[in-house]
């Protein structure tokens, strides 16, 4: 009997609990998810430790809050997430190679057996390298540089000529317009004031009788 009742303890605790694996690399900032549903419970208790859960509480408590108290262990240890929101994951900054292993978080909801419980594996990796800027990089990048200064005197002659041609084209016109506006006038008007004068000579000279 009291095996059987001890069956069924170790199924109830295992209620609420998952594993989480997380990757982090050497220096940056990691973040381990542990969260609730603050519109349902309200502002619950939490602790963070290193290592699994034990039947209650949390084991090599790195931080907790308890009745509104926040303590942490170091300063390295942030919840960045927004507590009153439920957001309770654990940020480790400027993560080392002795941060990584087994963390575990537990939220105590209020009843028998309803803690929400989070194990999470942190695995620590080196960051990956940047691409470097190798010779090569350096030659195309200095090719763009100059290619782009000579497209643009190319565009300027261009609209240079662009505007010369236009200029020319006009004058031309003008030129053309105002021959061919004198070569239509018409000559009669030209002459009739000869005519006339010759007329009046031959008026003025008296005839002899």
Same mark, same amino acid.
């Given at each position: 009997? !009291? ?9 109830? $605790? ?17 973040? /381990?998810?542990? @969260?609730?549903? $603050?519109?349902?419970?309200? $502002? ?8 699994? /859960?034990?039947?209650? #509480? ?7 809050? +308890?009745?509104?108290?926040?303590? !942490?262990?170091?300063? !390295? ?6 507590? #009153? ?5 654990? $940020? ?38 940047? +691409?470097? =800027?190798?010779?090569?990089? %350096?030659?195309?990048?200095? @090719? ?25 084209? =006009? ?9 061919? %506006? !004198?070569?239509?006038?018409? %000559?009669?008007?030209? +002459? ?18």
């Amino acid at each position: 009997m !009291r095996g059987l009742c001890c069956f069924f303890l170790l199924i109830l $605790t295992q209620v609420s609990f998952s594993t989480v694996k997380v990757v982090g690399f050497f220096g940056d900032n990691v973040t /381990l998810p542990c @969260s609730y549903d $603050t519109q349902i419970h309200g $502002t619950l208790d939490f602790c963070w430790g290193r290592g699994k /859960l034990p039947l209650s #509480k949390c084991s090599n408590i790195i931080l907790s809050e +308890q009745g509104g108290m926040l303590s !942490r262990q170091f300063s !390295r240890y942030q919840l960045l997430g927004g507590v #009153k929101k439920g957001n309770v994951s654990l $940020t480790i900054l400027n993560a080392q190679w002795d941060d990584a292993g087994k963390y575990s978080c537990r939220i105590e909801i209020p009843g028998w057996f309803n803690d929400q419980k989070f194990n999470i594996d942190l695995v620590i990796e080196e960051a990956p390298m940047q +691409q470097p =800027v190798t010779q090569e990089t %350096r030659e195309i990048l200095t @090719s763009m540089s100059e290619r782009i200064p000579t497209t643009m005197e190319k565009i300027l002659r261009l609209e240079d000529i662009g505007r010369m041609a236009a200029i020319f084209l =006009v004058t031309t016109i003008i030129i053309l317009a105002y021959i061919f %506006r !004198r070569g239509c006038m018409p %000559r009669g008007t030209l +002459q009739h004031p000869n005519i006339s004068t010759d007329e009046n000579i031959y008026e003025s000279i008296p005839i002899p009788e």
